[in-house]
């Protein structure tokens, strides 16, 4: 028999991110799902190392490699639509468990059950979907600030209400991560040279 689970998912990269924005660059689910993989488990890692924490870095990495996957199957709803009201939130959260089982659906049995966790939130798991929370808004945070730099002010509103929920929701980790490596991000690739340099 033949499953389709790795096949659907090699789809991420037809999912543009932003859909109702003017972009310079079209951003997909793909490489959006890796840079938040990277800033999760880096967040982990900060956590780990500076602040006692005791959190699997990797297994965060596979959990945020898949955070966005049931968006092949719903597409990628606007946050302030998403989030507009209470109403609005319960149906996406019901739309997207639907998708998720739609996904699990498509391996076969023996291997659903390990990936189920990453689509169905497990006991336990609490503060690793909050890690890949954080990362993700990092991410969101990086594209506007891309955005911006290339001249685009669409993204104004969008950075300044991403930097607000990033603060009303800061961590010991997310705010080393800001204060360390978030200002590289607006450099040019001369400017992050000349700065490793010196």
């Not at 090699?10 to 972009?23: A, C, D, P, T, V």
């Not at 993989?37 to 880096?42: D, P, S, T, V, W």
């Not at 739309?95 to 498509?106: D, F, K, Q, Y």
Request: charged share 30%; net charge negative.
């Amino acid at each position: 028999m033949s499953y389709s689970f790795f096949s659907t998912l090699s789809r991420l990269k037809y999912i543009n991110r932003w859909g109702l924005m003017n972009n310079t660059r079209n951003e997909n689910l793909s490489e959006h799902s890796l840079e938040v993989a990277f800033i999760a488990h880096a967040l982990c890692i900060i956590k780990n190392k500076r602040f006692g924490g005791n959190i699997d870095a990797d297994k965060v990495a596979v959990y945020a490699m898949f955070h966005d996957c049931t968006e092949i199957i719903t597409g990628d709803l606007p946050t302030p639509i998403k989030y507009s009201s209470k109403k609005l939130r319960e149906a996406y959260k019901a739309v997207e468990e639907e998708a998720g089982e739609r996904l699990l659906s498509t391996l076969p049995d023996d291997l659903r059950e390990e990936y189920e966790k990453y689509f169905v939130v497990q006991d336990g798991d609490e503060e690793i979907w909050k890690i890949v929370k954080s990362a993700d808004r990092l991410s969101a945070l990086i594209k506007c600030i891309d955005e911006r730099r290339m001249g685009n002010m669409e993204f104004c509103k969008a950075e300044e209400s991403t930097r607000k929920i990033i603060e009303e929701n800061m961590t010991p980790e997310l705010a080393e991560f800001i204060k360390e490596f978030m200002p590289s991000y607006g450099m040019t690739l001369d400017e992050q040279i000349k700065k490793y340099n010196e």
